[in-house]
């Protein structure tokens, strides 16, 4: 009463309960005589849980038991089997999924988990995996979707029946050989169960090498479009710009273009410098008029002296240059309603109703819908009037500033004087401290007390207002 099951990762031999559920087992048994399992995906694997198959459709809506395949739809399923009660304690155990309202067909399950009460009394179970565990711990271990679906087809080959108590029911066709699967079964979105995904497999170290790098620069990318500062992933910078470094600080853009002409024409030589100091950062990009010219250059111009320095010279990898060649534009945003993306140049720039001004590698925008048609220019915040003006503005603000603070301390120093005068003709006036009663006095004291300290709050108001006027 075993069933091998072969399946993609390896074989499982299953035990049945044949004395205990004899009409799962005998279901299990004839299903797998007709070969009905071949090729049936895992089609759902959920960790630690349950391995579910036996769909032949691969979508776990489907399957039927083998008495529907002798008497027809209306014996698609039979009533599952409760009694004896048999737990789902451990891991290895195959039991019957339930189609709803306790009814089973040709789908099964075997656990990957232990105590798994809270499937008792809904699926039957009737056998136990003896053979196989490390087949269970790999489809444990398989990558899966949200879905619980395998990234990479699981699937049952064959099934072999090494004993069957059962008498085969009349009518019941067995092929003579497993049948070849139809197109249909083998369809799958996913990698295949026996497809190749050792990508190094039959590649030298280099070639492997640059697979990596590939892969590497792509990642990078990706993750500078994230970013935004890519407009997208596959953009690539135009073959005809070279990238020099290492420059001489006195090295100035005519030099490098007198140098590099001889190679071809050249549309543009830009030094990069400090936006604040104007300093040479020590390196440029210099766009030829052919690839031919910039690929010439780029093999004689290597390790050249320039101005007591040995320059380096690679191609560009960088995308500011498509913005000048009008492949790329960058709107900007600040507004609201432009873009803030980069568009390509199909993407008509009319339509937004702005024109563009490339100043070195800074993208301006400005509106064509002005009311007089004329550009709106932005005053020189470095000026000298406007330096100028800033001074001056600050000088005033703090001389606003010490007046106020002077004129504060001269209040309260005048406010803590007459506080001392007046607490000075008050003692002269009482000629002793204020006596301060306790609570040992009696009741009519304390009258007396409320009533003096009431009588000399009255003649202390009195006193202030008159100093006060």
Same mark, same amino acid.
């Given at each position: 009463m075993s069933v091998i099951i072969e399946t993609s990762l390896g074989s499982i031999t299953v035990d049945l309960f044949t004395d205990e559920r004899p009409n799962c087992s005998k279901n299990f048994l004839k299903l797998c005589k007709i070969k009905y399992y071949n090729f049936s995906l895992f089609h759902s694997v959920q960790s630690n849980l349950v391995a579910q198959t036996g769909d032949p459709t691969g979508t776990g809506k489907g399957g039927e038991s083998v008495f529907s395949v002798l008497y027809g739809e209306q014996a698609r399923y039979f009533d599952m089997e409760a009694a004896p009660r048999i737990k789902h304690k451990q891991s290895g155990l195959v039991s019957m999924v339930n189609n709803g309202d306790?009814?089973?067909?040709?789908?099964?399950?075997?656990?990957?988990?232990?105590?798994?009460?809270?499937?008792?009394?809904?699926?039957?179970?009737?056998?136990?995996?003896?053979?196989?565990?490390?087949?269970?711990?790999?489809?444990?271990?398989?990558?899966?979707?949200?879905?619980?679906?395998?990234?990479?087809?699981?699937?049952?080959y064959h099934t072999i029946i090494l004993d069957d108590p059962f008498d085969d029911p009349a009518g019941l066709q067995i092929p003579d050989r497993s049948p070849e699967p139809t197109k249909e079964m083998l369809s799958s979105d996913r990698i295949g169960a026996d497809e190749e995904i050792d990508d190094t497999k039959g590649r030298t170290e280099e070639e492997i090498k640059e697979m990596l790098e590939e892969k590497e620069e792509?990642?990078?990318?990706?993750?500078?479009?994230?970013?935004?500062?890519?407009?997208?992933? !596959?953009?690539?910078?135009?073959?005809?710009?070279?990238?020099?470094?290492?420059?001489?600080?006195?090295?100035?853009?005519?030099?490098?273009?007198?140098?590099?002409?001889?190679?071809?024409?050249?549309?543009?030589? !830009?030094?990069?410098? !400090?936006?604040?100091?104007?300093?040479?950062?020590?390196?440029?990009?210099?766009?030829?008029?052919s690839t031919a010219s910039c690929e010439n250059a780029y093999f004689k111009m290597d390790n050249v002296l320039i101005d007591d320095r040995r320059i380096h010279v690679d191609f560009s990898q960088s995308v500011s240059k498509l913005r000048k060649s009008g492949k790329l534009d960058k709107f900007d945003d600040k507004k609201g309603d432009i873009p803030s993306k980069y568009v390509l140049k199909d993407q008509s720039r009319k339509s937004h109703g702005y024109d563009l001004v490339f100043e070195n590698d800074d993208v301006q925008s400005s509106s064509?819908?002005?009311?007089?048609?004329?550009?709106?220019?932005?005053?020189?915040?470095?000026? !000298?009037?406007?330096?100028?003006?800033?001074?001056h503005k600050k000088k005033s603000k703090h001389k606003e500033k010490a007046k106020h603070?002077?004129?504060?301390?001269?209040?309260?120093?005048?406010?803590?004087v007459d506080e001392d005068r007046y607490r000075k003709n008050k003692r002269d006036r009482s000629g002793s401290p204020q006596r301060h009663y306790s609570s040992k006095y009696g009741q009519n004291d304390r009258r007396d007390k409320y009533r003096n300290d009431s009588t000399d709050r009255e003649r202390r108001r009195s006193r202030e207002r008159d100093y006060r006027r």
């Open positions: 306790g009814k089973h067909g040709s789908q099964f399950f075997i656990t990957l988990g232990e105590n798994l009460d809270y499937l008792d009394n809904i699926h039957s179970v009737f056998g136990e995996v003896v053979e196989g565990l490390d087949v269970l711990k790999k489809i444990n271990e398989a990558y899966c979707d949200e879905d619980h679906r395998p990234y990479r087809d699981i699937r049952i792509k990642a990078n990318a990706q993750i500078l479009e994230m970013v935004g500062d890519l407009p997208t992933a !596959d953009v690539a910078p135009d073959d005809n710009v070279l990238f020099v470094c290492k420059l001489n600080p006195v090295t100035t853009g005519e030099d490098l273009e007198m140098i590099f002409s001889r190679f071809g024409k050249i549309n543009s030589c !830009d030094v990069i410098k !400090d936006q604040k100091t104007g300093e040479s950062l020590q390196y440029a990009f210099i766009e030829f008029e064509k819908q002005h009311k007089k048609g004329k550009k709106n220019k932005k005053k020189d915040s470095n000026s !000298d009037s406007d330096l100028e003006k800033k001074h603070r002077k004129r504060s301390r001269s209040r309260s120093r005048s406010r803590s």
